[in-house]
């Protein structure tokens, strides 16, 4: 039997598949290729803007941000560092890794990104042309924000707590929906499912 007649022959379809199949083994391992920083090949500076940037190797990243990885509630262990335009420049292991003034300062920079303050009080939620324009007492004092409609601004996380996002990134969270008065529940719910 030659080569050519134990080859399976494939159909375009199947043909496609295969491709998309290599697309992703191929993703997986570039995902697999996780470069870590550590102590001894990463060095981090803060700003006088009060920014965090990185030294690897030879390399500074003038501005680079922390995120949480896996499980996101976890603030010590699997942080990714990204540059600006959210390009990974390595990952962290654990801050254990690091010595004590560098994993207070990764943390420090870990809750200025994840500060979220909570709505305790919603005093007025209006949409007009696609937005909606809150004015609430949070946590963080009282608040003016700007929502985009649509696209999941404001989306519940879990059946009870809504988290919202302003135009500008910030987030913030109401714990418990189930708790608003009527009237604040109807000012959410509009843009809720707007």
């Known amino acids: 039997m030659s080569s050519s007649a134990s080859q399976k022959k494939t159909t375009p379809a199947q043909d496609t598949e295969l491709q998309k199949e290599k697309g992703v083994a191929g993703s997986l391992s570039d995902a697999a290729d996780i470069h870590y920083l550590?102590?001894?090949?990463?060095?981090?500076?803060?700003?006088?803007?009060?920014?965090?940037?990185?030294?690897?190797?030879?390399?500074?990243?003038?501005?680079?941000?922390?995120?949480?990885?896996?499980?996101?509630?976890?603030?010590?262990?699997?942080?990714?560092?990204?540059?600006?335009?959210?390009?990974?420049?390595?990952?962290?292991?654990?801050?254990?890794?690091?010595?004590?003034?560098?994993?207070?300062?990764?943390?420090?920079?870990?809750q200025i990104r994840y500060f979220t303050p909570e709505i305790s009080r919603l005093i007025n939620v209006k949409e007009e042309f696609g937005y909606s324009y809150w004015e609430a007492e949070t946590t963080g004092g009282l608040c003016r924000f700007t929502v985009r409609g649509g696209g999941g601004n404001a989306k519940l996380v879990t059946p009870d707590r809504l988290l919202v996002t302003d135009v500008d990134g910030n987030r913030f969270v109401i714990p418990n929906i189930n708790k608003l008065t009527d009237k604040e529940y109807r000012m959410v719910e509009l843009c809720m499912y707007g």
């Not at 010590?76 to 292991?93: A, D, F, P, Q």
């Open 38 to 110: 550590t102590e001894d090949n990463a060095t981090f500076h803060k700003t006088e803007g009060r920014m965090l940037s990185v030294t690897v190797g030879e390399k500074t990243h003038p501005v680079v941000y922390v995120h949480c990885s896996f499980p996101h509630t976890n603030r010590r262990m699997y942080l990714s560092i990204r540059t600006v335009e959210n390009k990974e420049i390595g990952m962290i292991h654990s801050l254990e890794d690091f010595t004590e003034e560098t994993a207070q300062l990764l943390e420090e920079q870990l």
